[in-house]
């Protein structure tokens, strides 16, 4: 038999993957990862259609939802979970860190961490690799407001009582509000009782999901709001004349993304999420994030806010260096009797 280079180096490829069957299991995979579930997915798509043009045969299902029941299997799979990885923000990921169903991520093995902007960096928690941020800020008619509030205490000047929306802290968006609120005027984060009984000062409507108060500004029930920047984006986008103020003190806030691993995935994984992550960080998947119709915030550094974010994004050096979050450790065990309490005061 006369052996040709080809079937010399097939044989030496399938002699490879027979020694390493990480190799030819890689080849033929499907990794399952949780996203949003609308059409922010889109950048983690096109970071997995690289990833697949890197490793023929491996494929990106993105699925929506994070879910409790989700978190279950993960918890129950033996070196098989029907689950790779996610997009995560806080407070899951301290939630799932806490329940032991993820897999820290080594930033030495993303080259494209090295780009990241400090000012991130800590919200991986050591576990997940940052890779956007989303906003809090307060959408407000431009029509009908004529000096918008810069700072979380203006919110509770006169002219905008009984004009002002909020939403309930079983968001993220509602619970971060009052820990703001907190700093604000001094108190502690963790102080949502004290919170609450500011906010009952401003005879608030009530929205009981981001979404929902997005809705009630665009109809004229409220005038403005605390929103995340991207509902308000998308609000503008369609030409209503929503605006958005980058409230401070404290402030501007916001809430990194991480590409976080769970435990128990098939020898292997681990190499292509770490890759996969790299890929989120690259230049070319950060501008296409951080525009039109996505308006993600970007973490690599030297990344310029497209034109288009920027009246939401904080974008500017100040602005940017300014830039904290909530402090979930603290504040999110604290949901459960903090909805309570706010059912019982706001109810009708």
């Not at 009984?162 to 108190?187: D, E, H, Y």
């Not at 993304?257 to 098939?266: D, H, K, L």
Request: some cysteine; aromatic content about 8%; charged content about 20%.
């Amino acid at each position: 038999m006369k052996l040709s280079r080809r079937t010399m180096m097939g044989g030496l490829i399938g002699t490879a993957a027979l020694a390493n069957p990480a190799i030819l299991r890689a080849q033929t995979r499907e990794l399952v990862m949780i996203g949003y579930g609308n059409e922010q997915d889109d950048p983690l798509r096109r970071a997995g259609e690289e990833l697949a043009r890197r490793h023929p045969g491996v494929t990106l299902n993105v699925l929506g939802g994070l879910s409790t029941e989700a978190l279950a299997q993960i918890r129950a799979a033996r070196g098989d979970s029907p689950y790779h990885l996610a997009v995560m923000g806080s407070p899951a990921i301290i939630n799932a860190r806490d329940e032991g169903v993820l897999q820290p991520l080594d930033l030495a093995k993303i080259p494209n961490a090295a780009t990241i902007d400090p000012l991130f960096v800590p919200y991986g928690y050591g576990i997940g690799c940052p890779i956007t941020f989303e906003g809090i800020g307060v959408a407000y008619n431009a029509e009908t407001i004529q000096t918008p509030p810069t700072t979380w205490v203006d919110l509770w000047k006169p002219e905008y009582a009984g004009r002002i929306g909020m939403a309930r802290p079983q968001s993220n968006l509602g619970l971060g509000v009052l820990a703001a609120t907190n700093a604000a005027f001094g108190r502690p984060q963790d102080d949502m009782q004290f919170a609450l009984d500011k906010w009952k000062e401003l005879d608030p409507l009530v929205g009981r999901s981001p979404p929902l108060l997005q809705q009630m500004l665009e109809r004229g029930e409220i005038d403005l709001a605390p929103l995340w920047h991207v509902n308000t984006a998308l609000a503008a986008a369609a030409g209503l004349p929503i605006a958005y103020a980058k409230i401070a003190g404290p402030g501007p806030l916001m809430l990194p993304s991480n590409i976080v691993q769970f435990i128990n995935t098939p020898e292997g994984t681990s190499e292509l999420v770490h890759e996969y992550a790299d890929i989120m960080l690259e230049q070319a998947i950060q501008e296409f994030a951080g525009n039109a119709p996505y308006y993600f915030g970007t973490v690599r550094q030297g990344v310029e806010t497209p034109e288009a974010a920027r009246p939401f994004v904080p974008s500017t050096a100040e602005e940017r260096a300014s830039m904290t979050s909530p402090d979930w450790p603290a504040i999110a065990p604290l949901r459960g009797q903090t909805v309570e309490n706010f059912d019982r005061m706001f109810a009708g």
